[in-house]
């Protein structure tokens, strides 16, 4: 069954440096997106992103941070410069649109752990 | 501002009993609902959907029930087992959007 993969499964980093995480989606997929989920809260939207492009981005997706597809087959979130506040898991996920008859639900990867120390 | 609500943060139920879900959402742009479930270190898992021009939606032991003039939905398992133990999402998205907002969780213990 084919999955969203993300690496690494777990960073951990100092203040103030950058971090790329990585996912592959499923490979006919047209719309990525990243959440997170900060220990012991909710899941939070970041961004979403279709046609090379963002879509939506939440008020948490700021200046620090960016997306990229740089290939067919890869889709990152680059946080500029690390804050602890930005320790959470971070998950990538993929659908189809819902125009396409599906259910368009969202796939998600097993997530990436982020350590700001 | 939460826009989807899952005002119940545990919930516990026998083995082999019903568990119900709760649900709430303030959007009424909001016509698009999932249920997810996640494990510990897991990313959530997709269970089932509702779109806003049905009232209800079922796959096996799950069915899902949407009630728009309330703006609340739930999720009843039936028969509940241990392995459903997890934390489920509600998550609800808008007639153009294709993010989905999530609600809180709760956290689901079925015991044997």
């Known amino acids: 069954e084919p999955e969203v993969t993300q690496t690494p499964s777990h960073q951990v980093t100092q203040m103030g440096q950058e971090v790329i995480l990585r996912c592959v989606p499923i490979?006919?997929?047209?719309?990525f997106y990243w959440y997170r989920q900060i220990l012991g809260q909710k899941v939070e939207f970041l961004v979403s992103?279709?046609?090379?492009?963002?879509?939506?981005k939440s008020e948490i997706f700021d200046d620090q941070f960016s997306v990229e597809r740089p290939d067919g087959s890869n889709f990152t979130l680059k946080i500029r410069s690390t804050k602890l506040e930005d320790s959470a898991m971070y998950f990538c996920?993929?659908?189809?649109?819902?125009?396409?008859?599906?259910?368009?639900?969202?796939?998600f990867g097993e997530g990436s752990r982020l350590t700001v120390l | 501002d939460q826009q989807v609500k899952q005002n119940s943060p545990s919930l516990s139920v026998q083995e082999g009993r019903i568990s119900i879900l709760n649900c709430d959402y303030t959007?009424?742009?909001?016509?698009?609902f999932l249920w997810y479930k996640k494990y510990p270190a897991e990313g959530p898992t997709f269970l089932i959907s509702?779109?806003?021009?049905?009232d209800k939606n079922e796959d096996g032991r799950f069915t899902v029930f949407l009630n728009k003039s309330a703006k609340h939905l739930s999720l009843h398992i039936v028969p509940s087992q241990p392995g459903d133990s997890a934390v489920y999402f509600c998550?609800?998205?808008?007639?153009?959007?294709?993010?989905?907002?999530f609600g809180p969780g709760t956290r689901l213990s079925v015991l044997p």
């Open positions: 959007n009424s742009m909001f016509d698009y």
């Open positions: 998550a609800a998205s808008g007639a153009r959007g294709q993010n989905f907002v």
């Open positions: 996920a993929s659908s189809e649109p819902r125009d396409r008859g599906t259910t368009g639900e969202l796939f």
């Open positions: 992103f279709y046609n090379n492009e963002i879509s939506e």
């Open positions: 490979s006919n997929h047209l719309y």
């Open positions: 509702i779109s806003s021009i049905k």
